[in-house]
Nanobody, 115 residues
Framework: QVRLVESGGGLVQAGGSLTLFCVASGSTFSRNAMGWYRQAPGKQRELVARISSGGNTNYADSVKGRFTISRDNAKNTVTLQMNSLEPEDTAVYFC?????????WGQGTQVTVSS
């Protein structure tokens, strides 16, 4: 069982930055692929960024060059650095862990970008 706890969301003006953190419980963190997803009101949940157990990353086209995902296996933490935020980035952001057998989700953290 993996428990994910997100933090770092909040309100920021367009052009600003926020850093999201996800701390995972359990001893298998380093073997899990980790990701950040987001869901805006009235829209489907979408992938924002993903990092494999080996550190390979991929990003949604809409955030490439602005967001950076990283992981610290010693701290069971995955981080999403978000720069040059736009009102369109407003959403609830969810941390995701994929063990290959099961998928786990955090409760989400709200990010609001004002214009």
């Amino acid at each position: 069982q993996v428990r994910l706890v997100e933090s770092g969301g909040g309100l920021v003006q367009a052009g600003g930055s926020l850093t999201l953190f996800c701390v995972a419980s359990g001893s298998t963190f380093s073997r899990n692929a980790m990701g950040w997803y987001r869901q805006a009101p009235g829209k489907q949940r979408e992938l924002v960024a993903r990092i494999s157990s080996g550190g390979n990353t991929n990003y949604a086209d809409s955030v490439k060059g602005r967001f950076t995902i990283s992981r610290d296996n010693a701290k069971n933490t995955v981080t999403l650095q978000m720069n040059s935020l736009e009102p369109e980035d407003t959403a609830v952001y969810f941390c995701n862990a994929n063990s290959g057998f099961r998928i786990y989700w955090g409760q989400g953290t709200q990010v609001t970008v004002s214009s």
